[in-house]
C-alpha cells in the first residue's frame, strides 16, 4: 500500500461518458501530480498543481480537465475521451516542487479502459 | 528540450551486482532521481543526486557526474525481488521530472 490512495484502481468507460478519477494524500505535501502511463513506457508528465494552483499544464487535451479542491485532494475529470487514452493514471505528490531532495510519491494508479 | 537514456534491458544473477546507466542532456537540472517500478505497481523512490559523486543506501548506490550528464545506479547482492523496471528521472526545474524510458532488470536465479 502506498501513502497516495487512488480510486477507484478500474475504470471502464464509453468515449460519450464523463467520469472523475480521485487522488488523497494525508503527508501534508503542497505539490500533486498527474501522470498517464502506457505499457512498458515511463510516467508522463499531466498537469502539476502548487499550493492548490495549477502550476504546469504539459499541454494535455481539454478532454482532461484537473482540479484541487483542497491540499490533501486531486481530482482528475474525463469527458469524451478516446481509445488512444487508455492508460494507466498515476497521481503522485511531494513536498512542494521546488527544492532538493523531495521525491514523489505514486499512488497505484487507475487503469483506464475506454471503449 | 530533454533527453534521457538507459539501456532498455539488463539480466543478472542472483548475488551479483549490476550497473545501470542514465545518460541526460537537459534544459535545466534540480537533481536526478532513481525510481524502481514492479510490474503493475506505482514506482516507488530508490534515491536521489544533485551533487557529483556516490550515495550510498543499504544495497543501493547512486552515482552523478553533472559535467558528463552521467549517472548510474548500482545494486549489490541482487535478490529475486529486485526484478522490476528502474527509471531515471531528471527534475529540470520546479515541479517538472522527465522519466527514461526506464531499464527493465531481471534476476535469474
Known amino acids: 500500500d502506498t501513502e497516495v490512495t487512488q480510486t477507484p484502481k478500474h475504470l471502464v468507460m464509453g468515449m460519450t461518458n464523463k467520469k472523475s478519477l480521485k487522488c488523497e494524500q494525508h503527508?501534508?505535501?503542497?505539490?500533486m501530480y498527474w501522470y498517464k502511463q502506457k505499457a512498458k513506457k515511463p510516467p508522463e508528465l499531466m498537469f502539476v498543481?502548487?499550493?492548490?494552483?495549477?502550476?504546469i499544464n504539459e499541454s494535455v487535451p481539454s478532454r482532461f480537465s484537473p482540479e484541487c479542491p483542497n491540499s490533501s485532494l486531486l481530482n482528475l475529470h474525463l469527458h469524451a475521451l478516446q481509445p488512444e487514452d487508455s492508460a494507466l493514471y498515476l497521481c503522485?505528490?511531494?513536498?512542494?516542487?521546488?527544492?532538493?531532495?523531495?521525491?514523489?510519491?505514486f499512488g497505484d494508479g487507475t487503469r483506464l479502459s475506454i471503449l | 528540450g530533454q533527453n534521457i537514456d538507459q539501456p532498455t534491458e539488463m539480466t543478472a544473477t542472483e548475488g551479483a551486482i549490476v550497473q545501470i546507466n542514465c545518460t541526460y542532456q537537459?534544459?535545466?537540472?534540480?537533481?536526478l532521481f532513481w525510481y524502481q517500478q514492479h510490474a503493475g505497481e506505482a514506482p516507488t523512490f530508490l534515491s536521489y543526486n544533485v551533487l557529483d559523486g556516490l550515495e550510498e543506501k543499504g544495497r543501493f548506490s547512486s552515482f552523478l557526474s553533472r559535467s558528463k550528464g552521467y549517472s548510474y545506479l548500482l545494486l549489490k547482492e541482487l535478490q529475486m525481488k529486485d526484478s522490476a523496471s528502474y527509471l531515471c528521472a531528471v527534475k529540470a526545474n520546479a515541479g517538472k521530472s522527465t522519466f527514461g524510458d526506464g531499464t527493465t532488470l531481471t534476476v535469474k536465479p
Open positions: 503522485a505528490s511531494s513536498l512542494t516542487t521546488g527544492g532538493f531532495n523531495q521525491p514523489q510519491h
Open positions: 498543481y502548487s499550493y492548490e494552483k495549477l502550476s
Open positions: 503527508m501534508g505535501h503542497r505539490a
Open positions: 537537459t534544459s535545466g537540472f534540480n537533481g
